[in-house]
Structures are given as C-alpha cells and as structure tokens.
C-alpha cells in the first residue's frame, strides 16, 4: 500500500508498553478522509476486520522521514508495538517511532493519496566549522523553502541547507530526486548555486555536501 473533525483515540486503552497504565493521550490523528480511505481499501482484504494498519519509519531522506504503511494482524503486534483505535481501526506503531511520529497526522486527497503531515523531523548531520543558526542562515533558510524547493519539486527533489563557513560559502545537501541525480551537479551549480548568489548577498559559493552513491532511484535515469 502506498504512501503524507480528527478521529480521537478511544479512551482508556492500554499500552502494551506498560499494560497497566490507560493511555489518554495520542500518537497521531487520523482525519476523516484518511480514516474513510483506509476502512474502504482494508475491505479489499480477506477477514478485513483481524487487520489494523501499521504505520513506521521506513528511512530518512533530507529533512524528512520516508515511511511504510501496510496492513498487518493486530493480534500479532509485537510486545514493543503501541496498538490504538480509532473509531474501529486498529493503528499499529512500532514502539521505535512513537517519538518521531507524536504529533503527526494522516490526512488524504484524492490528488495525493495519504499523507503524513509531521511535525518532527530527522536529526541532520552537520558539518564541524559550519554556522547553521545565524540571520544569513536563516536567510538562506527562507529562500531554500519558498522558492528553490518549490522548483526542485517538480523534479520531485529538494535542498537541505546544512550551513556557512563564514567566508561566503554555504553547503547543501541534496535529496529526493536530486539524490543520486545524474544531473544534479548541473542542478545544484547552474541553479541552486545562481540563485542564492544572486539573492543573498554574503554568499558567493554553493558546496554539495551529498553522498551521492548513496541515492536510490533518481529521478533522472
């Protein structure tokens, strides 16, 4: 299965983390539309109701998490996995991710499919030496968000700024379907690189930082 009023949990389910303990608080929230979607492609199974959906952390890629959903016996959940109801779904986490998905919500459009809307993002690496917390940083933040991406997209990449040296040299990192791109050195120097030379005075160099033998199917083949 493929993937980013709210269903509330239903009160006074147990963790199987600490089973003596009620659970009042939630996860995640499922939308009406998501959970509509859900119930309707969970009838397609055999004996649909033994079936709940697991939700987990597949990977990371950039700033974001990439993730599985799938559906799987909720009476098989394993001791660590946080099992909840919504509204007469079963939603299974793995104990591993309710950190790093507390917050988030499952949402669905027909343009898009379900999607996770999270608040939490992955732990970047950053670079010894380089500045990332600074106005330029914060500058050269904004433009990454509201216009670069934004164009990356339809490439279905972007750019993670990772940060400064202080001399005029700013550092990204590239992911999506600039990870691994054949083509994403052209990207990043001719259009990365050009704009945020032109727009923000104090930078004068990109640098790609990417691991690119890391990147698994570019968009550019």
């Known amino acids: ?32 539309a998501a959970h509509a979607k859900i119930i309707a492609l969970r009838e397609e199974e055999d004996e649909a109701e033994r079936y709940g959906l697991r939700l987990e952390i597949a990977g990371e890629q950039g700033d974001v998490f990439q993730y599985d959903l799938s559906f799987d016996e909720f009476t098989k959940a394993a001791f660590t996995d946080e099992v909840r109801t919504h509204d007469g779904l079963k939603v299974i986490i793995p104990g591993k991710d309710i950190e790093k998905l507390q917050g988030a919500i499952l949402d669905y459009a027909d343009a898009t499919g379900l999607i996770i809307k999270n608040p939490n993002k992955p732990t970047l690496a950053r670079i010894e030496g380089l ?50 791109c054949s083509m994403s050195r052209t990207t990043m120097m001719d259009g990365v690189q050009t704009m945020i030379v032109e727009k923000v005075e104090a930078i004068h160099k990109v640098v790609d930082v990417t691991d690119h033998s890391t990147g698994e199917n570019p968009y550019y083949s």
């Open 131 to 180: 500045t990332h917390d600074d106005v330029l940083s914060a500058e050269i933040d904004a433009l990454v968000a509201s216009e670069i991406n934004p164009a990356l997209a339809a490439h279905g990449g972007f750019v993670v700024y990772v940060g400064h040296d202080g001399d005029g040299v700013a550092y990204m990192r590239m992911g999506g379907g600039c990870h691994g």
């Open 1 to 32: 299965m493929n993937t980013p009023p709210v269903s509330p949990f239903a009160a006074g389910i147990t963790s199987p983390l600490a089973p003596a303990t009620p659970v009042s608080q939630p996860i995640i929230e499922i939308t009406p």
